[in-house]
């Protein structure tokens, strides 16, 4: 199960005994039936939900001002005394054993403990930045180079002597952009990270660079990529990565990469004119997926209507549909 980033090998439920919570970044969570089961208190903003058996925890910002996580809808404050007076931003969380990670911009806490990024000041992270397998605890993003008239370096972080180094992902040559927006660890030592280089999607396979090859193709337009991965994991030998390419109009397409090979994540509704999958969850034997569609319709009165479904995927079924809420991921419990 890969959305608890507790254990390597947890309980797995049975199918008739998940659920499914989705997180807003008001703070607002709901189950697989749309019913909203909780709002957490005092968020100012919430950033990414995890689950671990029966239990679920929260990134975010609290109104309070104070450095934690909600678990099952508390928030619990983590005690630790920075050097520097800053405002702190939860940007990710991980679990793995009794021990909370949360990605706090410049550093990686690790229950009470502080360890800084080095060398990250044009750092950017990602938004699913953080990744925790037995205990080794990974984070993503991207040097922001174009700053200083260069391009931008994806860049994963390690641990590394009470500190986390930085490694420079590989790409193609040093004139294209490249950005890491997730990572997944998995049997201690091994990652994928997934993004772009150039106007490529590609993942990067304990540091080795793979381009994702494409369906169709559209017009290359200067400064936009023909694809991306905005999620990637790992099962039972397969490795997926889940985002979306760009179809011979430039028109985004939900996309999740088996092994290599795309395979698009439709609903098959009218009228729908771009979509990419969010997010992607290997629980037991089955793939869970979170894609966005955006469509318009001609109303009764004639005028165009727009509209976005957000939709949960247990393989190839939809179980859940949400529309009008701002959902930052999902998790199973």
């Known amino acids: ?172 040559s040093e004139d294209i952009d490249a950005f890491a927006s997730t990572v997944y660890a998995y049997d201690t030592d091994h990652t994928i990270v997934g993004g772009h280089v150039g106007t490529e999607p590609c993942i990067w396979v304990d540091k080795e660079l793979q381009i994702l090859p494409r369906s169709f193709s559209p017009p290359s337009m200067d400064g936009f990529s023909l694809g991306h991965i905005y999620s990637v994991a790992q099962n039972n030998g397969h490795i997926y990565a889940a985002g979306y390419e760009n179809d011979n109009d430039g028109h985004n397409v939900a996309t999740i990469w088996v092994d290599v090979e795309p395979q698009h994540k439709l609903s098959g509704k009218d009228g729908v004119k771009l979509s990419y999958c969010d997010e992607i969850i290997s629980y037991g034997d089955d793939l869970y997926a979170l894609t966005f569609e955006m469509f318009e319709r001609v109303s009764s009165t004639g005028e165009t209507e727009y509209g976005i479904d957000i939709l949960i995927w247990m393989n190839d079924r939809i179980i859940a549909i949400y529309n009008d809420i701002n959902v930052v991921n999902f998790t199973v419990v």
């Open 1 to 172: 199960m890969l959305s608890s980033c507790s254990h390597d090998e947890p309980q797995v439920k049975r199918r008739g005994e998940r659920q499914i919570y989705v997180l807003t970044s008001e703070g607002h969570i709901y189950d697989m039936m749309g019913d909203k089961i909780m709002e957490l208190p005092n968020c100012e903003y919430a950033s990414e939900i995890i689950s671990d058996g029966d239990d679920y925890f929260v990134s975010g910002k609290s109104t309070k001002d104070r450095v934690g996580y909600w678990k099952n809808g508390k928030w619990n404050t983590l005690h630790i005394d920075f050097i520097d007076d800053v405002e702190h931003e939860t940007r990710g969380i991980s679990k793995w054993d009794y021990y909370i990670y949360l990605f706090d911009y410049p550093h990686i806490l690790k229950n009470s403990g502080i360890f800084p990024l080095e060398d990250c000041e044009i750092f950017q992270p990602a938004d699913k930045c953080m990744s925790v397998s037995n205990g080794k605890c990974y984070a993503v993003g991207w040097d922001f180079n174009n700053l200083e008239g260069g391009y931008n370096d994806a860049v994963l972080y390690y641990e590394h002597k009470g500190k986390y180094a930085k490694a420079i992902l590989p790409k193609p």
